[in-house]
């Protein structure tokens, strides 16, 4: 009965399956002991500048990820000093606040330690930006611009030049070329001599038809860059330019849609990933946070393909494969993208869940119970006899256990509904196929 009545439902009903979109699933996640700000990933180690603490968590399961090892207070001034960013490379690890930026020593990941901590005088704001160049870190900073240091002795790094920015706020590099988001463009300045930065040429954002926002990140790919804008006024969106030109670089395109404030973004494949904290516009009031991503493979038609809501506030993002990880207010989450090609969708097995009804026939309340084989969005709803969308009983994530919901007989608004034949539908966006039952209404 359940099988035969699912494939006429989704005829029916018009419910997509899953292999008509992208998904993403929840994998994993590890609690931290302050708030996550910034991450990166090395091989089977994530490094995370977790508030008062630089952290090292084991993600070589990712289903299981877990802390290593702790740094307290690796500015070695006050555990209240946050650290707001990480970059790792080789055998070392570099964490920024706004006045400070230390070098930690990750040779042994369970044995950190502190190499050298340096105050940069007069920075303040939320500045995010650190990219490390051979001997020479990059640091964006709001009241300097771009802050120089070189960091050829881990043991005695030192401030020896900046560059004046309109409002610098996250950068990144490409072959000596610093793409920088400079609050309401994006600024693009040659690095080959670091001592000696030359403005080549930068991409207001209010080219972005109907923008008023600041960029908070950039990311470069080919001949492409992507920035995110975001305002209190408007909803966020990605912004897209084409740099083949550096000196005459064009936005092509844009991407709405995303649903919160982005403020950090990845690449991966032909996949944009961005960070969306929790809506600051009036228009979008109440809108969680979570990961959005847009299709790139085509750069002048970029769209969204899927938008995914995680238990916090996410900061940042950074991806691996098809591995997503996400410093989530109190929290590191380990996601995965799943493709619509046509590839992915043979190589997935869909997992059926078995809805037990009972009793059926009801009269008072009906109990619904199932187990999800893995953590996505789904919808449960009740249907009537001819299609019609009678209650919604859950929209949002299922983790992935044991659920058990009730129906009373009643519609949305309250209203009992008349007696006779009903539909119990479960529609996912995972790793799991649409099911559905049919239950028995009696007065």
Known sequence: MGKRFIGSLILLFAIPSFAQADSIVRVGACKTAYHPKSLIVRDSLLYLADGGSFVVIDVSDPTN???????????GITPEVVGINVFAKDTLAYIRENEVFAIINIVDPDSLFLIKAILIPGCMGDPRGLFVADTIAFLANMNHGIIICDIKDPTNPSWVDTFSTYWAINLTMRDSILFIADLDSVLIVNAKNPMNLQRISSVPS?????????????????????FTVNWYWSPGKLGIVDISDLKNPEIIGEV???KGAPVAIDLENDYVYIAASWAESRKEKGVRGGIRVADIAN??????????????NPKDVYVVGDLIYVADYDSVQILRHICSGIEEREKLKLQSVELKVYPNPFKRQVAIEFTVPFSA?????IYDAVGRKVRTLYNGILWHTTFKFYWNGKDDYGKEVAVGKYFVTLTPEGLWAPTGEEIIYLK
């Open 377 to 381: 969005n789904a919808c449960l709803e």
């Open 256 to 258: 709405r849609g995303l």
């Open 65 to 75: 990820p877990w802390v290593r090892s702790v740094l307290e207070d690796p500015f």
């Open 206 to 226: 209010l080219e972005l038809k109907g923008t008023h926002g600041r960029i908070y990140d950039v990311a470069v790919r080919g001949d492409y860059a992507y």
């Open 299 to 312: 750069p002048d038609s970029a769209s969204l393909t899927v938008s995914y809501d995680t238990p916090g």
